[in-house]
């Protein structure tokens, strides 16, 4: 099991990335050398991996994996500049996809929005935060873009007319940040938002509740798609068995959550992860949720102007290895998730 935590700025990251795969060199020659990013800290959207890992899936279909820990803009990056063969940063390649980059997802893991806004115990309605500040991720990411899309399409707030926002890359940081009442409100994941109540603060609303989402999805360049099928379908296999696993076996993803999402102290919190997470996982990809990734980035980049706003998406479904994945997940008899809707509506 090889985690590799990397925190330097996005040139140096790739540039470390190439060598720490390098270092690995006569490690495990009868295995395929396989890298994956992974979020700092951890996160609920990416469980699937880290069972992969652990529970040495990837091993059984004669990978030998490595997940390299970086922010999720550098994971893209070292992606692109070919340092890293693949990230679970769904929004960050829907970005770089209509930027023009020529990249391809191959396999799914979060099927359910799993961000909350979690804040401090005198905050009892999301109008409470009217005035105050939020915590969340960069803009763009999908933290972001959702906590802001629920607030905005049911709450009817909006970031700098009703609430202030503040960018922080790791969502540890955000809980001290909310428990020293720096900010009242702010963007977690599920896993992080658990451990958080447990200290005190509270999940005002969970956006599950409101908008589906396609969370954690993995791409790799489209050369890589091209040249290695074999090695696609490996972390295919590895992926949905990770997500079987997952969805029964709560001693043993105990275990894996401890390990991998740094905000988790005990079994009693990885318990109540896996209460609310166990059933949220698909390796399967659902046409509309994967278009709803790019939706999502295009919006943004109208606002940003990098996407003219009468310019409409292409056909998405070039993006995603759809017949490699759906072929290899009917040999292996995977069983699809049964996902409930959202609860709420607009």
Same mark, same amino acid.
């Not at 956006?207 to 989402?213: A, F, K, L, M, V």
């Not at 295919?236 to 068995?241: E, F």
């Given at each position: 099991?090889?985690?590799?935590?990397?925190?330097?700025?996005? @040139?140096?990251?790739?540039?470390?990335?190439?060598?720490?795969?390098a270092?690995?060199?006569? !490690?495990?020659?009868?295995?395929?050398?396989?890298?994956? &990013?992974?979020?700092?800290?951890?996160?609920g959207?990416?469980?699937p991996?880290?069972?992969?890992?652990d529970?040495g899936?990837?091993k059984?279909?004669?990978?030998?994996?490595? @997940?390299?820990?970086?922010?999720?803009?550098?994971?893209?990056?070292?992606?692109?500049? &070919?340092?890293l063969?693949?990230?679970?940063?769904?929004s960050?390649g829907?970005?770089?996809?209509?930027?023009?980059?020529?990249i391809?997802?191959?396999?799914?893991?979060?099927?359910?929005?799993? =961000?909350?806004?979690?804040t401090? #115990?005198e905050?009892?309605?999301?109008?409470?935060?009217?005035?105050?500040?939020?915590g969340?991720?960069?803009?763009g990411g999908?933290? /972001?873009?959702?906590?802001?899309a629920?607030?905005h399409?049911?709450?009817?707030?909006?970031?700098?007319k009703? /609430?202030?926002?503040?960018?922080?890359?790791?969502?540890?940081? %955000?809980?001290?940040?909310?428990?020293?009442?720096? !900010?009242?409100?702010a963007?977690?994941?599920?896993?992080?938002a658990?451990?958080?109540q447990?200290?005190?603060?509270k999940?005002?609303?969970r956006?599950?509740?409101? !908008?589906? %989402?396609a969370?954690?999805?993995?791409?790799?360049m489209?050369?890589?798609?091209?040249?290695?099928?074999?090695r696609v379908?490996k972390i295919?296999?590895?992926?949905?068995?990770?997500?079987t /696993?997952?969805?029964?076996?709560?001693?043993?993803?105990?275990?894996v959550?401890?390990?991998?999402?740094?905000?988790?102290?005990?079994?009693? #919190?990885a318990g109540?992860?896996?209460?609310?997470?166990?059933n949220?996982?698909?390796?399967?990809?659902?046409?509309?949720?994967?278009?709803?990734?790019?939706?999502?980035? %295009?919006?943004?980049m109208v606002a940003?102007?990098q =996407?003219?706003?009468?310019?409409?998406?292409?056909?998405?479904?070039?993006?995603?290895?759809?017949?490699?994945?759906d072929s290899?997940l009917?040999?292996?008899?995977?069983?699809?998730t049964n996902?409930?809707?959202?609860t709420?509506?607009?």
């Open positions: 099991m090889r985690t590799l935590r990397l925190r330097f700025p996005l @040139l140096v990251a790739a540039a470390t990335v190439a060598l720490a795969v270092g690995g060199a006569g !490690i495990a020659q009868a295995q395929t050398k396989v890298t994956i &990013g992974k979020v700092v800290g951890g996160d959207f990416h469980v991996t880290y069972i992969a890992l529970e899936f990837f059984q279909e004669g990978l030998d994996a490595s @997940l390299v820990e970086l922010q999720a803009n550098a994971q893209v990056a070292a992606v692109l500049s &070919g340092n063969d693949c990230a679970p940063i769904p960050g829907a970005q770089a996809a209509l930027s023009g980059a020529e391809m997802y191959i396999v799914g893991e979060s099927l359910k929005s799993q =961000w909350t806004l979690t401090r #115990q905050i009892n309605k999301p109008a409470d935060l009217e005035g105050k500040t939020i969340l991720g960069r803009p999908a933290d /972001y873009d959702e906590v802001q629920v607030l399409r049911f709450f009817h707030m909006d970031a700098g009703d /609430y202030k926002v503040i960018s922080f890359q790791g969502e540890p940081e %955000r809980i001290a940040a909310l428990s020293n009442n720096d !900010i009242q409100g963007g977690l994941s599920i896993p992080h658990v451990v958080a447990q200290t005190g603060l999940i005002l609303l956006t599950g509740d409101y !908008i589906p %989402r969370g954690g999805t993995i791409w790799c489209k050369s890589f798609v091209d040249q290695h099928p074999d379908r295919i296999r590895a992926i949905a068995k990770a997500v /696993y997952f969805r029964t076996n709560k001693a043993g993803s105990i275990k959550l401890e390990h991998h999402i740094a905000s988790i102290k005990n079994d009693q #919190q109540a992860i896996w209460d609310q997470l166990h949220s996982f698909g390796a399967e990809v659902p046409k509309d949720l994967f278009r709803d990734i790019f939706q999502s980035r %295009r919006l943004t940003a102007r =996407w003219p706003a009468d310019k409409p998406l292409p056909d998405t479904e070039k993006f995603i290895a759809r017949k490699l994945l290899t009917k040999q292996m008899h995977y069983v699809p996902l409930s809707a959202p709420k509506a607009d």
